[in-house]
């Protein structure tokens, strides 16, 4: 079983729309989520981060998080074109983060 | 958060060579990584390198094979030795915001071994 298991997708949404991705964990030790966006040929940029159980949100993003299920999601709001990228789900025990293999995000203008 | 330098950006190596990846951060920092991402794969950790300590490896991964120097708080280098195929991948550079939990990448380091 993977640590951190994500939909590879590709995930395709209408310019507007909201776009949902979902990640769960194995590790019930661990203490911090985060959402990175990547964008091709770039490194991982940070876009959310949430650590107790509920919502979060930023903007037009919104973190989800349930310990008991071990399930994490972010929410996108308004999806632009720019929006456009690789989604990773990280999950950190305060030792070291471990990263899901990424959802690939497509919004179409 | 910290500013991550990482160099070379990118290079192409002959089968069998080692390439070093040098990383500056701008402030002090204990902790660093280090990963790689396969084309097309997520992140997986090499290892982590604090100062002043020996780096802890992953699971598959070696000291012979990436040896890792961290001489003080804000510098690091991988070495990616006898290179193959195999190895042609994005190696990143992060450091780790112990408050936050945050971890920050650097630009990455692509490498092309033919």
């Known amino acids: 079983q993977k640590e951190v298991e994500q939909n590879s997708g590709p995930l395709s949404v209408p310019e507007g729309a909201i776009a949902s991705l979902n990640c769960t964990y194995s590790?019930?030790?661990?203490?911090?989520f985060f959402w990175y966006r990547q964008y091709s040929g770039k490194s991982p940029e940070l876009i959310m981060s949430?650590?107790?159980?509920g919502d979060k949100e930023d903007g037009r993003f919104t973190a989800q998080l349930n310990k008991a299920s071990q399930y994490v999601s972010l929410l996108i709001r308004d999806s632009q074109p720019s929006d456009s990228a690789t989604y990773l789900c990280?999950?950190?025990?305060?030792?070291?983060?471990?990263f899901g293999a990424g959802t690939r995000l497509t919004v179409k203008p | 958060s910290a500013v991550i330098s990482q160099k070379p950006s990118r290079d192409i190596c002959q089968r069998g060579t080692s390439l070093t990846i040098q990383c500056q951060v701008d402030?002090?920092?204990?902790?660093m990584f280090w990963y790689r991402q396969q084309p097309g794969q997520s992140l997986t950790l090499i290892a982590t390198?604090?100062?002043?300590?020996?780096?802890?490896?992953e699971s598959g991964f070696v000291i012979d094979k990436f040896p890792i120097s961290r001489p003080n708080l804000t510098f690091s280098t991988l070495t990616v030795s006898n290179m193959s195929p195999e190895d042609s991948s994005i190696y990143l550079c992060?450091?780790?915001?112990?408050?936050?939990?945050?971890?920050?990448f650097g630009e990455g380091s692509r490498l092309t071994v033919l």
């Open positions: 990280a999950v950190s025990n305060n030792n070291d983060m471990r």
């Open positions: 590790d019930r030790g661990s203490q911090s």
């Open positions: 949430i650590y107790s159980n």
């Open positions: 402030s002090q920092v204990t902790m």
């Open positions: 390198a604090n100062q002043g300590s020996e780096a802890t490896y």
């Open positions: 992060s450091t780790w915001d112990r408050y936050s939990g945050e971890l920050f």
